[in-house]
């Protein structure tokens, strides 16, 4: 007999912990400076304060920095689905000299720490004049070998009868992939826009290394000014977080259902 409020018993608690911090940071953002430099700590505010939303969107270039995050973002998740999806469809059904090869190369590439390959990509970016623009930030993700990996995984469960059946129609091969692939990878895609997004939309360490002007500053880069050595701005800092973290957990939300169907179906066929 299945016990379900067992699972739960032990699922609760465990969410609880992963919650707490995203609660208290929301509280934060809504509290008194005073309040916040209380000792010992107040958990619920006393009256809920906007300042810290008011200083993050009026006195900084907080706008500018979102702004920049959101075109880093959807330039990366626009190149992963196009890029990552045409590769992953080419490695799982065309057959072509050097494909084992060419895809073990790439996977090999998931080993490689991305601290080895910061300065080289670097040195190659100074010499493209991309430092200190935008393209620096979005260029490292047009691509990744993980999006590739997924939707050939992914491509690989799909039966290729109808795949064959729009080639008898006279379908030819890009027509199969966009008009019969492609909308049926729709739960692949999804987990690919989300984790795409988290990445480049969380992305601190290359943007510290490629950009150095405040007006092409990404959200996370920002948000780090708002911390200092002698002082630290807690209400604009948890109000700026509140706001970086919304679309986040929108985007998963949103894409929860496609996002768990892809990771059993990923691993189906190698």
């Known amino acids: 007999m299945k016990r379900p409020w067992l699972a739960h018993l032990i699922l609760a608690p465990t969410a609880l912990v992963f919650v707490a911090p995203l609660l208290w940071m929301t ?11 209380r000792y010992p700590p107040t958990l619920w ?30 330039v990366a998740v626009a190149g992963h689905v196009v890029l990552c999806s045409l590769a992953g ?31 080289p990509t670097f040195m190659m970016f100074r010499g493209l004049g991309l430092i200190d623009t935008l393209g620096a930030a979005f260029v490292p993700w047009l691509a990744s070998a993980f999006g590739v990996f997924l939707m050939r995984q992914f491509f690989l469960s799909l039966p290729r009868e ?14 199969v992939f966009f008009r019969i692939v492609l909308p049926l990878a729709r739960p ?13 939309w969380n992305d601190l360490i290359w943007p510290l290394i490629s950009i150095s002007s405040e007006e092409t500053y990404t959200l996370q880069m920002g948000l780090s ?8 701005e807690w209400s604009a ?15 998963f939300v949103l894409a929860q259902r496609h996002f768990i169907a892809t990771m059993s179906f990923s691993g189906l066929k190698g």
């Not at 469809?89 to 991305?114: D, E, H, Q, S």
């Not at 080639?167 to 091969?173: T, V």
């Open 225 to 232: 000014t708002f911390a200092g050595a002698r002082h630290t």
């Open 45 to 74: 505010p006393s009256e809920f304060s906007l300042d810290g939303f008011a200083r993050i969107f009026t006195e900084d270039d907080y706008p500018r920095w979102l702004l920049n995050t959101v075109i880093v973002s959807a």
């Open 237 to 251: 800092l948890m109000a700026g977080n509140v706001v970086a973290v919304f679309p986040l957990v929108a985007a």
């Open 162 to 175: 109808l795949e064959e059946a729009a080639r008898i129609d006279g379908c030819s091969q890009l027509g």
């Open 89 to 119: 469809y080419g490695f799982a059904r065309l057959k072509f000299p050097g494909r084992t090869v060419g895809f073990t190369a790439i996977m090999a590439t998931i080993m490689i720490p991305a601290q080895v390959l910061m300065i």
């Open 188 to 200: 692949a895609l999804a987990a690919l826009v989300v984790f795409t997004l988290l990445g480049a």
């Open 27 to 37: 509280l934060t953002a809504f509290m008194p400076d005073a309040e916040i430099n």
